[in-house]
């Protein structure tokens, strides 16, 4: 089983549409979470840090569950211009050298159209 | 330079040669990773530098893949006896890694490595 889970899709909306992707996690040691989006061609580039409490940049709600070990991204009122690659990252302490290493989910394609 | 950069961002190389890609992490952060990503698919993680302590190279597909860096600097990454699989864009980044800093993961351009 792989350490980060994403349904790869794709996800393929009308502009204005409301989508939301999942992601589970496996080792509930992990630390902080992160969505990041990759356009084609590109590198990936954070898009939002997600919270405990849960967290909102415009547009896009990022939510944490712990005790189910998931996150979730959800996308308002989608554009043209959100169509990407969306990957999820967990970074997980370790004890060892009391820093973290980041663990990155292979992503959910998103496809929005006119 | 403000960014996470690599060179060369683009290599064509014969099959069975060696090829040598390098990463400047952004100054100060103490980790780095390598990760591979063939094209249409997933970030493949390939080996990861924490500072002083001896690098994760639980990613490395085979033997023919080695990575070397100096302290907190440059990063190389080495393939030797390249084959057409290996052909794929080669991600650096870099991160301050404190948990702190919340430990948010920068990303070079990517070097694009074809073997042909």
């Known amino acids: 089983r792989k350490e980060v889970e994403q349904d790869p899709g794709p996800f393929n909306v009308p502009e204005g549409a409301t989508v939301a992707f999942n992601c589970t996690y496996s080792?509930?040691?992990?630390?902080?979470f992160f969505w990041y989006r990759q356009d084609c061609r590109k590198e990936p580039k954070l898009l939002m840090s997600v919270y405990s409490s849960g967290n909102e940049d415009g547009r896009f709600t990022a939510q944490l569950n712990r005790a189910s070990q998931y996150i979730s991204l959800l996308i308002r009122d989608s554009k043209l211009s959100d169509s990407a690659t969306y990957l999820c990252v967990v970074n997980i302490l370790s004890r060892n050298t009391n820093a973290g290493k980041s663990t990155f989910g292979d992503g959910t394609t998103l496809t929005v159209k006119p | 330079g403000a960014g996470v950069s690599q060179s060369p961002s683009n290599k064509v190389t014969e099959k069975g040669k060696d090829v040598e890609l390098r990463c400047d992490p952004i100054?100060?952060?103490?980790?780095l990773y390598w990760y591979r990503q063939r094209l249409g698919q997933g970030l493949e993680f390939l080996i990861y530098?924490?500072?002083?302590?001896?690098?994760?190279k639980s990613g490395l597909p085979s033997d023919r893949f080695s990575a070397e860096r100096t302290g907190e600097s440059v990063s190389t990454l080495t393939i030797q006896r390249t084959q057409q699989e290996d052909s794929a864009v080669y991600l650096c980044?870099?991160?301050?890694?404190?948990?702190?800093?919340?430990?948010?993961?920068?990303f070079g351009e990517g070097s694009w490595l074809t073997v042909v």
């Open positions: 100054s100060g952060h103490t980790a």
């Open positions: 530098f924490q500072g002083n302590s001896a690098p994760d």
């Open positions: 080792n509930s040691a992990s630390q902080s």
């Open positions: 980044a870099s991160s301050l890694d404190s948990v702190s800093s919340g430990n948010t993961i920068y």
